[in-house]
């Protein structure tokens, strides 16, 4: 593994005086939806991941429900156990019932045998810092938080755990919460850097999810308070609709009432992340679960969650645990570990900040194109197969809109795909529908410098062959061939401009998902004069090509 093959992770390399000054380790901290998803597994090799590119690494055990993180690396409870002597057999030299019967031990103890006392187990110290595992870089903390450490008479408490994790000499720390929506838990899942968490292609695990994002939107608001006064009044809203309502519902409350709180709770829903894992997936429709729990919960709640990847069921999980060895040192070529190491790297890559994350179309919410998640230059066929997907995921049995919808607003939301569907495959009924919900803007005239709009002389055209292939850089010769600016083609589009200067600059990893690409790349060739089929031909294909090979060193 080198540094070309993930660029956008920078830690293949030794430490430098900059880590040594750096104020304590990084966290990330693992949360499931209940217990046996997976959370322990996941923590454990994302520690062993970590170690394994140099960096110094620390995972803590604070689950209250039975912490066991040290069974996944192999090595005996940090507390230790009591020393056990079996009792030595015996018989009696007369009858047993005489009084004062002789009893007679069948051989020597050891203090009459050698003579001296022997070595008693030496216990781990009740506070010491870590343990080392067998896998070098690597050391496990116990938090003791599921029941007091060996010498002390209580456990240890969740509220001052974060302190003690940011004082570890480590480089990384990852944390094993466990699950539940205990105040104490939401605290240490926000005060991370980085949260992961781990749910099942199962209904009891989906709705453990949504209920836990809920749950950490609340507890993210109440922390944002200014004060204590708008604290208080945010918990009274709150409770109004059941304490953790779904974060959408309340700002359309609060917006109909025209309370001053509108700013805060569409502050917190903006800057609210949740990323997350699906673990033992087995059919092609739990490969697909992640990204509709991203769209579902969108539309449901208005957050945004980051699927973060999955990790197949494999049974070489369960042989890993059984011999005490952690999966990537016991079984690092199987499809769960290269799973695991490929979350491993997005969860590196997000501390970063250098994880894409996938993004939704740029169309006014609430249209026709939101709700089908299509740009406004999406073709026919486009429309057809994001109807089919979006039917798909808001059907009866969708496992991703498990405890998330009523079945009336189900219905609903269903009766509103068809008319989007039959709208945009109806161009007479498409373009005065595009044309109410996309105000009309002058279109940029590349050829009138009256209007101000040419700032830059015009640079000689490129030449262009139906053989061509569209690059970024030959796209903005042509733009700036004919004077326009990046800002008139998004005035015009509807594009953003970051996604046309990414374009552009052949950035792909900052660009959406094809579909949008090829919607981009219509529009842009049209405000341009250019053949759009061949230019989003050309574009994409190129772009294909690096998803394969990044797909390929993943």
Not at 33 to 42: R, W, Y
Not at 84 to 101: I, K, M, S, T, W
Not at 440 to 459: F, K, L, N, Q, Y
Request: aromatic residues 6%; glycine residues 8%.
């Amino acid at each position: 593994m080198s540094d070309s093959q993930h660029p956008e992770i920078e830690l293949f390399r030794e430490p430098t005086d900059d880590d040594e000054g750096r104020a304590g380790p990084r966290i990330f901290v693992v949360g499931g939806a209940k217990g046996g998803v997976g959370k322990t597994l996941l923590a454990a090799n994302v520690g062993v991941y970590i170690a394994t590119l140099g960096r110094r690494a620390v995972v803590a055990d604070a689950d209250a429900g039975g912490a066991n993180l040290h069974s996944f690396l192999g090595v005996p409870h940090p507390n230790g156990l009591a020393p056990y002597e079996p009792p030595l057999p015996v018989f009696r030299g007369v009858e047993d019932d005489a009084e004062g019967a002789e009893v007679i031990p069948l051989r020597p103890s050891a203090e009459e045998e050698n003579g001296a006392e022997e070595p008693t187990q030496i216990l781990a110290s009740p506070r010491s810092d870590t343990v080392d595992v067998s896998v070098p870089g690597l050391r496990l903390l116990h938090c003791g938080i599921d029941e007091p450490a060996r010498g002390e008479r209580r456990r240890a408490r969740r509220g001052k755990l974060m302190n003690r994790l940011r004082a570890l000499g480590a480089d990384f720390v990852v944390l094993d919460l466990g699950a539940g929506t205990h105040r104490s838990i939401l605290d240490l899942w926000l005060d991370g850097d980085v949260g992961v968490f781990v749910t099942l292609p199962e209904p009891t695990a989906i709705e453990g999810t949504y209920r836990f994002v809920r749950s950490a939107f609340a507890r993210q608001l109440l922390r944002a308070a200014a004060d204590p006064d708008e604290r208080r009044q945010l918990v009274v809203e709150l409770r109004r609709d059941g304490n953790n309502p779904p974060p959408l519902d309340l700002l359309r409350r609060l917006e109909s009432e025209r309370s001053p709180l509108v700013s805060r709770v569409a502050e917190c829903m903006a800057t609210f992340r949740f990323p997350f894992v699906v673990n033992q997936t087995r059919l092609r429709a739990d490969l697909e679960l992640g990204e509709q729990m991203e769209s579902a919960a969108r539309r449901r709640l208005g957050l945004s969650l980051d699927y973060m990847g999955h990790a197949d069921t494999d049974d070489t999980v369960w042989h890993a645990l059984r011999v005490g060895r952690p999966l990537l040192v016991e079984s690092p070529g199987t499809k769960a570990s290269r799973n695991i190491e490929k979350i491993a790297r997005r969860l590196l890559a997000l501390d970063a900040g250098k994880h894409r994350r996938r993004s939704p179309p740029d169309v006014p919410a609430h249209t026709h194109h939101d709700l089908l998640e299509v740009d406004r230059g999406a073709t026919d066929e486009e429309i057809r197969r994001a109807y089919k997907r979006a039917r798909d995921l808001y059907g009866d049995a969708s496992l991703a809109c498990y405890g998330l919808f009523d079945p009336r607003g189900r219905t609903r939301l269903r009766a509103r795909l068809e008319e989007a569907h039959d709208v945009l495959l109806d161009g007479a009924r498409r373009r005065p529908y595009e044309l109410s919900v996309f105000p009309p803007v002058a279109t940029v005239d590349v050829e009138s410098e009256e209007e101000g709009r040419i700032s830059m002389p015009s640079a000689p055209p490129p030449t262009i062959t139906p053989e061509t292939d569209f690059t970024g850089a030959l796209l903005r010769a042509v733009r700036e061939s004919r004077g326009v600016r990046l800002k008139d083609i998004a005035a015009t589009t509807k594009i953003g401009t970051g996604f046309l200067r990414a374009i552009e600059e052949d950035d792909f990893a900052s660009l959406p998902a094809t579909v949008y690409v090829r919607g981009f790349l219509i529009e842009v060739a049209k405000c341009l004069r250019l053949d759009p089929q061949h230019v989003s031909r050309t574009y994409v294909r190129r772009l294909q090509r690096w998803a394969d090979e990044r797909e390929r060193l993943a």
